[in-house]
């Protein structure tokens, strides 16, 4: 799955010239928590809630209008670009313009780290430098309801297939530690033994097993590094 497949076509936005209130008001009334900022067919910023956030209407511009002139001198929260964007009234002085964009063949997973890495929560979908949708966190989450689970109602597996698929998950992923661990399957049970290096290395290893079809239960019985008695 990528962008196009999940994106909202039909976007909401609005033009440098528009009124932060009027902003507000969109983002209120559509349950969106930012808006593209349109200008002759190009992006040119992103109108979100955090540009909202500071504002002297609602008393959390951070003025401190009673400290002395020459702490206003010194001090960094007093910035004129702050001063700004708690003050402006159009939506060209509060947009944020630099603005990550996907491709609409950027993967689910290009677009999940992006946002995870910038803390954002939507992303333009630009074809040729022009918006063609927006992808928000609530489309990834749909996109995974979206996604058809393979019935586990099948023929019986056997122990030998169950713990054959499982070890191929498992050499797969950098925390599996083969040479300290032992794998047996008996009767749809999973059954872990050897050493671990960190306790999530067993939530991790049962969530693999329980991805298999027919596995029934696991049990762990790894130990820990320092729970090994010592040596005499």
């Known amino acids: 799955m ?18 932060v209130r009027e902003v507000a008001a969109l983002l209120h009334e559509h349950r ?19 540009d909202l956030l500071h504002r002297y209407e609602i008393g959390t511009d951070c003025a401190h209008g009673g400290d002395p002139w020459w702490m206003r001198v010194f001090s960094s929260d007093r910035s004129p670009e702050e001063y700004v964007k708690a003050h402006a009234r159009r939506v060209r002085d509060v947009m944020t313009q630099e603005v990550e964009t996907v491709a609409p063949d950027t993967s689910l997973a290009e677009i999940a780290t992006l ?18 949708g927006i992808v928000s966190r609530s489309d990834l989450v749909h996109a995974l309801l979206a996604v058809k689970v393979p019935s586990r109602k099948r023929r019986p597996i056997s122990d030998e297939a169950i713990r054959s698929q499982l070890l191929t998950e498992l050499r797969r992923q950098a925390w599996w530690r083969e040479d300290l661990a032992n794998v047996t399957v008996e009767k749809g049970i999973v059954t872990y033994s050897g050493l671990i290096d960190f306790e999530q290395q067993r939530t991790a290893a049962r969530v693999a097993a329980e991805t298999i079809s027919g596995v029934r239960n696991v049990v762990d019985r790894r130990l820990m590094y320092r729970e090994l008695p010592a040596m005499v």
């Open 32 to 50: 969106i928590s930012a808006v593209p900022v349109v200008e002759n067919h190009q992006i040119v910023g992103m109108v979100s809630e955090a």
């Open 2 to 19: 990528n962008a196009e497949s999940i994106m909202t076509s039909k976007v909401i936005t609005v033009t440098p010239a528009a009124l």
């Open 115 to 132: 946002m995870e890495k910038r803390r954002i929560k939507r992303l333009p979908v630009l074809r040729q430098g022009r918006l063609v």
